[in-house]
C-alpha cells in the first residue's frame, strides 16, 4: 500500500474522512496521516526516522488519541461512539498539543457516531481549533451526515492488497486535466468520449477522481486555472456521484451530472 505524502504537515486538511472497505486499510492510512502531522522534519512528511516519526510509529505519541467504541462491563464494544465521547473530544481539543504543533486525533469507526455524536462532532468541525487534525475513518462513510462529509475531506482507500486501477487512474486524471484547463467545450468532448456503461466501473474512475481531488486540496497536484472554492465544490459533487453509484444510479446520470454541475 502506497503510503501517503505531504509536503509539510500544515498540508494535511484539520478534516479527512478515510473511506475503505477494510478497516484495517482505512486505520493503517489514518496512522499514516497521524505520523505526516507530528512529523518534526517540516517537509516531505512523514520522515520516518524523527521523534515524532518514532512515537506516532511505536503508537507512543502523546498527541496522536484514538477514538474507540467504549466498552460494557464485560469488555466488549458497545454498539455506537457516543455524543459524551465526542463532547470529551471537544474539551480536549481546546488543550494545546504536548510535543507537536497539533493533535491527531484518529476517530475508528467513525460511521457509528450516533446522531447525538455526529451533531455535537458537526459543531467541532464547523469551528476547529487551530492546533488539532480529526482523521474519520469509515467503511461506510455514507452513514455520516452530509453536513458532516461537507465539511473533511475525502480519502478512499483500497481494501486490502487491492492493485490500483490503472485505467480508472488514466480515466480521472484525462478528466482533471480536461477541467484544469478551462475550456468547457473540451470538458465536455472528454466526458462524451468517455463516458462508462458499468457501475463498478463508474464508480472506480469517481474514486480515483476524489483522490486526485485531495492531491489537488492538499496541495500535491497542480489544479490548474480552479480555484480553492471551485476545487471544494468539485470535491462535494464527486461524493454526490459517488453516493448515488451506491444508491445504483445509471452510470449515464452520473456523466450527466458531471456535465451539468462541474463548477464554472
Known amino acids: 500500500m502506497e503510503e501517503p505524502r505531504f509536503e509539510s504537515p500544515a498540508a494535511i486538511g484539520h478534516a479527512v474522512i478515510i473511506s475503505s472497505s477494510s478497516r484495517e486499510a482505512a486505520l493503517h492510512t489514518a496512522r499514516s496521516l497521524a505520523m505526516a502531522a507530528v512529523c518534526l522534519r517540516g517537509h516531505d512528511v512523514p520522515c520516518g526516522v524523527c521523534r515524532g516519526c518514532r512515537k506516532a510509529a511505536s503508537g507512543s505519541h502523546p498527541d496522536i488519541i484514538p477514538v474507540v467504541r467504549p466498552t460494557d462491563k464485560n469488555g466488549n464494544p458497545r454498539r455506537e461512539l457516543t455524543v459524551d465521547q465526542v463532547r470529551e473530544l471537544a474539551a480536549d481539543a481546546q488543550v494545546l498539543p504536548n510535543e507537536a ?9 467513525a460511521e457509528l457516531m450516533n446522531l447525538n455524536a455526529q451533531n455535537a462532532a458537526l459543531k467541532l468541525l464547523e469551528e476547529p481549533p487551530a492546533t488539532v487534525v480529526f482523521l474519520l475513518c469509515a467503511v461506510n462513510p455514507g452513514l455520516l451526515l452530509e453536513t458532516v462529509r461537507s465539511r473533511c475531506l475525502m480519502m478512499t482507500v483500497a481494501g486490502g492488497n ?17 477541467l ?3 475550456d468547457r467545450i473540451r470538458l465536455y468532448r472528454w466526458l462524451s468520449k468517455n463516458e462508462l456503461s ?5 464508480a472506480a474512475f469517481i474514486d480515483a477522481a476524489l483522490d486526485r481531488t485531495v492531491d489537488m486540496l492538499c496541495g500535491r497536484a497542480s489544479p490548474g486555472k480552479l480555484t ?8 462535494r459533487l464527486l461524493l454526490q456521484c459517488s453516493d448515488y453509484l451506491k444508491a445504483n444510479v445509471n452510470p449515464k446520470h452520473i456523466f450527466s451530472l458531471l456535465a451539468s454541475g462541474i463548477p464554472e
Open 180 to 182: 484544469r484547463s478551462g
Open 228 to 235: 480553492p472554492e471551485q476545487q471544494m465544490q468539485l470535491h
Open 162 to 178: 487491492e492493485a490500483a486501477d490503472e485505467e480508472s487512474l488514466k480515466l480521472a486524471d484525462g478528466f482533471l486535466t480536461a
Open 198 to 202: 458499468k457501475t463498478d466501473q463508474t
Open 101 to 109: 504543533e497539533r493533535k491527531v486525533y484518529i476517530i475508528e469507526e
